[in-house]
């Protein structure tokens, strides 16, 4: 093996070690606990079982699942998917499990942003600084963006995806070669990490993006010699953002449809990004999980400092920083770092900048974020601090240098004792940094999953699980329970492996939240849970129509996991309920969990779906709201969708259709598979009714046993074009406000 290859291998576990040491105790149980406070945890590490699941186990589109917010499902592209993580972990997945697999990732990708950090900084002392190769100075750097206690406080809360940036200095020293040295390789590799990030985490494809535009606006501006305007400032660029948009396109295909037909539903107002703001003062502050000044922050006027917003850039690097920068303050390239340091350092300050929770009015640069597309996505300004650490970190390691260079020619030292002073100084510069730092113990959640969940998982049939606590979730708010506790609850379906009712997503269209909130028997439980009483009338009500709802969703299992009660979220208090008005048998209890099996009544061979007491569960998409009466629901859209269970024997599809064009085409697909075209002068059509056009005619569409599923049945009627109603006296125009 050759000698640099072995330093490189030693520079890479030299980060590994880092990792393992600063995310203390997470070492110490691998495969039970994660690091995290409840929150995020769970979901990310389920992330990893999904993309396993849906490539080996049941194939299928990793960007979609219906394995939440069943039958509905949900789009992924919007939520914090990290499908590339899914897939370097599935090795990890395979062997070791999910919750092993989660944290022997977690420490690779803080290794592997150490390493690429590494590099670029190498590549930058000798290419752009005209400093020389300097393996000490590159490494500290790669401790300082991988280990900052920024990047440890999104491990302290189970943000993993949000802790992933492993990918950015790669791409970013390929880009800084391809700036130099316009080769399409350089163009291939930027693209290729770019892209991975973008799998990885989208919101740090977008700040590298941002990067990438102030390299190039920084190039004509303060040019360096060589060719100028089309070759040397935009064809070179050209391969990578052909490459980028390649590689990007499934995850775009997979969001235009979604976005398109439901809106810009990436922000809502500004997205309480004040909220998600850093403080100026917070810069000097360690961070609440410093294990001797964690208090400090608490005793300043900072404001939201325990959600990853409070950005703690450390006396060390600072000082280093100036250091470097007064020693390069000749070279056009420090001024870069230093101007992007700058930059970011503001955009992390958010929309106004506040000092010890004071807002000064003055606008920072995340104003400018706010407007523009895709990038408005992001409303948590702290999370630009990834940008502000990669831009300090070649600084400090050029101070690092400097301190060395000046102690070397120190009458004091002696030409023996020059690798001594370079260890010892070496070894002091890391451990103020790590100290400053530190973040240990870091907070864990147990992540072992109760056992009457084989109980579920040794099912053979087909179902859904409600586990409760239970709630929707997206990135603006919690519609259910206020705990953590359901987010658990999607963790502990890597086991059962059974659809769920709830869900937790970033971005989603309203209606994803709207159909469960307002469903029956689900509502009465939501408000249960949440601490709300229900009138002995509404008891009476639901009963009645109970088994159907179960049977709707396909409900077989019903877990409750008492907590104690708290704003917002008592769970034990739906047991009455359950108990009283739900078709089940106990079949497990103790004080930690209470398992409930339901006895579902047989699939429906008929629905009406419009007068149907659960008509409002079989409209999805594409749909007006029922009116009272059970006469009409309107399709507003040129697509619209219904989620019906039946028995699975040949059925008739019976509608009514108004179009006053006799070219207009509706064809139909039935779970996927099935497409049958109708056109209003070719069969299937059956016309049971024609009179004259203002009584619209009723047809029938025959659907084979081939095509029917015995339970949910998703029929998507397509049409080409949409028709004013002209025969109904009600509404067709639906308006919902404020959810």
Known sequence: MRQSTKTHILIFLAFLLLALALTYPTVTHLGTFLPGDGGDDPAI??????????????????????????????????????????????????????????????????????????????????????????????????????????????????????????????????????????????????ALFLVMQAYTEMTYASFLLVWMALVWV??????????????????????????????????????????????????????????????????????????????????????NFDKGQHIFIGYTVTALAVIGLWRLRRNRAAWFWAFAALFFALTTLGPNITVNGYATGIPGPFILFQHLPIFKGNRYPSRYSVMLLLSLAPLAAIGFQQLVVSLRHSSLVTRHSRFTLHVSLFTILMAFFIFENLSIPLPQSDMRVPEEYQIIAADPDDFTVLDIPFAWRNGFRITGAYTTGFMFGQFYQTVHQKPMVQGNTSRNPELKFRYFTTAPILSSLRALETGHDLPPEQWDADRAIAGDVLRFFGIKYIVVRPETPGYLNNPQATIPYIESVLPVEKISESPDLILYRVNLPPLPAEIDLRRSPLRRLYFAEGWGLPDEFGNYVVAQRKTARLMVPLDGEAKVLRYTTQSMNPANRIWIDINGDAVYPITNHQSPISPINTQPSFTPPIVEIPIPAEAVRAGMNDITLHFNELSPVVSNPYPVITIVSAG
């Open 218 to 303: 920084w190039e004509i501006l303060f040019p360096n010699g060589g060719g100028r305007g089309w070759n040397r400032h935009i064809r070179p660029y050209l391969p990578l953002a052909g490459l980028f948009a390649l590689g990007i396109a499934p995850i775009l295909a997979a969001m235009l449809p979604d976005m398109l037909a439901e809106g810009d539903f990436l922000v809502v107002g500004g997205g309480f990004a004040d909220a998600f703001s850093a403080d100026l003062l917070g810069f000097f502050v360690p961070t609440m999980h410093h294990p001797l000044f964690g208090g400090w922050v608490a005793r300043t006027g900072i404001a």
């Open 45 to 190: 590490a389920w992330n990893l079982w999904w993309v396993k699941f849906s490539l080996l186990n049941q194939p299928q589109n990793p960007f979609f699942t219906q394995m939440m917010f069943y039958p509905l499902g949900i789009n992924l592209a919007f939520y914090t998917h990290t499908l590339l993580n899914g897939l370097t972990a599935l090795p990890l997945l395979l062997n070791f499990g999910t919750v092993a697999a989660s944290n022997l990732h977690m420490f690779f990708t803080l290794a592997a942003g150490g390493y690429g950090t590494f590099l670029l900084t190498r590549y930058l002392l000798v290419r752009e600084f005209r400093r020389g190769d300097d393996i000490p100075a590159a490494f500290f750097a790669g401790v300082v963006y991988a280990f900052a206690s920024s990047k440890l406080f999104y491990v302290a809360l189970g943000q993993f995806n949000i802790a992933s940036t492993h990918w950015i200095p790669f791409a970013a020293l390929f880009f800084l070669k391809l700036k130099n040295d316009p080769r399409p390789r350089y163009a291939a590799l930027t």
